[in-house]
C-alpha cells in the first residue's frame, strides 16, 4: 500500500469513526440546516436538473432534500450504482417511496423497474450533490474508496456543472490527501457555513435544459 492511500485510509476511518457517534436527533438537526444553506445557494443558479445522492447511515440526510426539491419542480435524479462495471446510472425520481429500494451496501438506490424508462443523460445534469467522507477549505474531496463519484464526473457530466458535497462540519479538514484523479467540489455545505473552493463558477452554463 503506497503512503498516500495509506494516509487517505487513516483519515477516513478516523472521522466516519466519528461521524457514526452523532446522535440521530442531532444529526437531523444539522442535516436540516444544512438543507436551508443548499436550498438558499442554489437559488443564485438557474439549476433544473440535480443529481443527488441518497443518504445512508451517518451521512447528512437527503431524502428530505429530495422531495423539497420534488416540490419545487425540479428534475431530481439519483444514482444506481453498478459494481461490477464501476459506474453510476442517472435515474428520475418522481415519486422516492414508490421508486427507491434497498440496493448496494444496502442504500436506496432506483428499482430496476423504471431504469430504461427514466434514466437521465448525465450531460443534461446542471448539478451533482455529492457524499464524502473528508473534505478540505480547497474543495478536496475524500469519498469512500470506490471511485464511483470521481469516474461520474469525470467521464460522463458536463465540466461546467456545479458540484456541491454535503458534508457535516466535523468532516472538515485543513487538507486533505488527493491524488491525480481525485475530482474537486465547488462547494462544501455545513450545518455552520458554505464553504466556496476556487474552480471558477463564472463559467456554468445550463447546456442540456
Wanted: charged fraction near 30%; glycine fraction near 6%.
Amino acid at each position: 500500500m503506497d503512503v498516500l492511500k495509506q494516509k487517505s485510509d487513516e483519515i477516513r476511518r478516523r472521522i466516519l469513526a466519528n461521524r457514526d457517534l452523532l446522535d440521530p436527533v442531532v444529526r437531523k438537526v444539522k442535516s436540516d440546516e444544512i438543507h436551508q444553506r443548499f436550498l438558499r445557494l442554489t437559488e443564485q443558479y438557474d439549476l433544473r436538473s440535480y443529481f443527488l445522492f441518497v443518504s445512508f447511515r451517518s451521512e447528512v440526510e437527503t431524502l428530505g432534500l429530495i422531495n423539497q426539491l420534488l416540490g419545487r419542480g425540479k428534475i431530481v435524479t439519483v444514482p444506481l450504482v453498478s459494481v461490477r462495471e464501476k459506474k453510476m446510472t442517472a435515474v428520475r425520481l418522481i415519486n422516492p417511496e414508490e421508486d427507491l429500494v434497498p440496493g448496494y451496501y444496502g442504500i436506496l438506490e432506483p428499482s430496476r423497474k423504471i431504469v430504461e424508462e427514466r434514466k437521465i443523460d448525465p450531460a443534461s445534469i446542471d448539478i451533482v450533490v455529492l457524499p464524502g467522507s473528508v473534505f478540505d477549505e480547497k474543495g478536496g474531496r475524500l469519498g469512500y474508496g470506490g471511485g464511483f463519484y470521481d469516474r461520474f464526473l469525470a467521464l460522463e457530466i458536463r465540466p461546467s456543472a456545479l458540484r456541491v458535497a454535503l458534508a457535516f462540519d466535523m468532516q472538515i479538514l485543513v487538507e486533505v490527501p488527493q491524488q491525480p484523479h481525485d475530482m474537486p467540489v465547488d462547494f462544501i455545505i455545513t450545518e455552520n457555513r458554505i464553504i466556496k473552493a476556487p474552480r471558477d463558477l463564472m463559467k456554468i452554463d445550463n447546456r442540456g435544459q
